[in-house]
């Protein structure tokens, strides 16, 4: 399985909005609705953000939002605050081969707030 | 609310089998909803799935195709803990090994703190 595709990096002032892209294929990302972001601060554990393209789970603040749109899913941050500068990462369930299911993370975004 | 508390070695040897422990509190590694996974974060690989297992009236375990030839992932009912057995090891193996949890289909909404692995004679 090859990773899914985001972009290095990305930016945005206080107050601003962000989106960052996770790009995949039909076998992944386009072909099921379990997509997933995590947060990772450094030298922490991942934390989940985002889950089945777009479910916040219980404390994570409304700022985070998922979305997706054929093969590429999007984590869009608004109203960026100083704490969000971060790593961020996607994931996606990946189907099967021989009966084995199989799941793919992205290769991670380093978010810097200016 | 769900901890998971992860063990074992440091450091490993090339061609031994680097073997990690992962106690679960707050759930159960036999529920029939979650699944429990092993995730490992590397500079030059990122992070990389592993593999899992969960339990839907049986046991299942699903592994990544990188490694599935030389991975082992088992429950221990009996201490509420599951456990990676990763054979042959080699310095590209050196990462931080994650153990993880949740919904099945919710993504990983538990990590352990993680334990830094590294192969080296």
């Known amino acids: 399985q090859s990773a899914l595709t985001q972009p290095p990096s990305a930016s945005g002032s206080p107050g601003q909005s962000v989106t960052i892209s996770c790009t995949g294929t039909?076998?992944?990302?386009?072909?099921?609705?379990?997509v997933s972001w995590y947060q990772q601060h450094p030298d922490k554990a991942p934390k989940l953000i985002i889950s089945e393209v777009s479910k916040r789970p219980s404390g994570v603040p409304d700022r985070f939002s998922g979305s997706k749109s054929g093969n590429t899913a999007s984590l869009t941050v608004s109203g960026l605050q100083a704490e969000d500068e971060a790593d961020y990462y996607c994931a996606s369930y990946a189907g099967t081969d021989a009966g084995n299911h199989n799941l793919v993370f992205g290769g991670g975004t380093k978010l810097t707030v200016l | 609310q769900v901890q998971l508390q992860q063990s074992g070695p440091g450091l490993v040897k090339p061609s031994q089998t680097l073997s990690l422990t992962c106690a679960i509190s707050g759930d159960s590694v036999s529920s029939n909803s979650a699944a429990w996974n092993w995730i490992r974060q590397s500079p030059s690989r990122g992070l990389e799935w592993l593999g899992r297992?969960?339990?839907?009236?049986?046991?299942?375990?699903d592994y990544a195709v990188s490694v599935r030839s030389r991975v082992t992932i088992n429950p221990d009912t009996s201490k509420n803990q599951f456990s990676l057995q990763l054979n042959s090891v080699t310095p590209e193996d050196t990462a931080v090994y994650y153990c993880?949890?949740?919904?099945?289909?919710?993504?990983?909404?538990?990590w352990g703190q993680g334990t830094l692995v590294t192969v080296s004679s």
């Open positions: 297992t969960y339990y839907r009236s049986k046991w299942y375990n």
């Open positions: 993880a949890g949740g919904l099945m289909t919710m993504g990983f909404g538990y």
């Open positions: 039909s076998s992944d990302v386009g072909g099921y609705n379990r």
